[in-house]
T-cell receptor
Framework: DTEVTQTPKHLVMGMTNKKSLKCEQH?????MYWYKQKAKKPPELMFV???????INESVPSRFSPECPNSSLLNLHLHALQPEDSALYLC????????????FGDGTRLSIL | KQEVTQIPAALSVPEGENLVLNCSFT??????LQWFRQDPGKGLTSLLL?????REQTSGRLNASLDKSSGRSTLYIAASQPGDSATYLCAARNDMRFGAGTRLTVKP
């Protein structure tokens, strides 16, 4: 069982919908990450939060809006997505600092109609 | 910008073989290098993390080495089993760039 929990596991939404992806960890980690993974491709970093503050935004379009309400939770708010945004969205967490291992959830598989 | 390459892209071996997966990176200023496995439709499972000051790490049948000067890491899997079948990814930890992975199939 993974220690990083992501919900929902699957999400189908239209291009005009608003939805949110959720990620939760109870390992006391103070860094949390969002990745996007297209089929048969490696994960690509989207956002990094460190101590609940956004520290890295890899030039992600504004239709993706991250939020870190507390040290255990990470959300990704979605609005007006495009079909090319269909992918597996992975959340990860680690102790703060670049030399700590990252632990991943099982992801949310997102399909945009 | 860090570029990470994994060779081979796919590998099929009979059960019991020892095998080596390769990972190369262009920027040697890394904090560490982390190896993962990914089963189809699943997230990533961390296997080993080698700090930049270390040369290798071992966990069970897995051994990972790191040579920063040459920009290379290898993952050695001993006595492979069908349950080892998965995609193996390496990630260079300065800006968390992943290689495209090696898809491993171990045949019974």
């Amino acid at each position: 069982d993974t220690e990083v929990t992501q919900t929902p596991k699957h999400l189908v939404m239209g291009m005009t919908n608003k939805k949110s992806l959720k990620c939760e960890q109870h390992m006391g980690h103070r860094a949390m990450y969002w990745y996007k993974q297209k089929a048969k491709k490696p994960p690509e970093l989207m956002f990094v939060y460190s101590y609940e503050k956004l520290s890295i935004n890899e030039s992600v379009p504004s239709r993706f809006s991250p939020e870190c309400p507390n040290s255990s939770l990470l959300n990704l708010h979605l609005h007006a997505l495009q079909p090319e945004d269909s992918a597996l969205y992975l959340c990860a967490s680690s102790q703060a600092g670049g030399n700590q291992p990252q632990h991943f959830g099982d992801g949310t598989r997102l399909s945009i109609l | 910008k860090q570029e990470v390459t994994q060779i081979p892209a796919a590998l099929s071996v009979p059960e019991g073989e020892n095998l080596v997966l390769n990972c190369s990176f262009t920027d040697s200023a890394i904090y560490n290098l982390q190896w993962f496995r990914q089963d189809p439709g699943k997230g990533l499972t961390s296997l080993l993390l080698i700090q930049s000051s270390q040369r290798e790490q071992t966990s069970g049948r897995l051994n990972a080495s790191l040579d920063k000067s040459s920009g290379r890491s290898t993952l050695y899997i001993a006595a492979s089993q069908p349950g080892d079948s998965a995609t193996y990814l390496c990630a260079a930890r300065n800006d968390m760039r992943f290689g495209a992975g090696t898809r491993l199939t171990v045949k019974p």
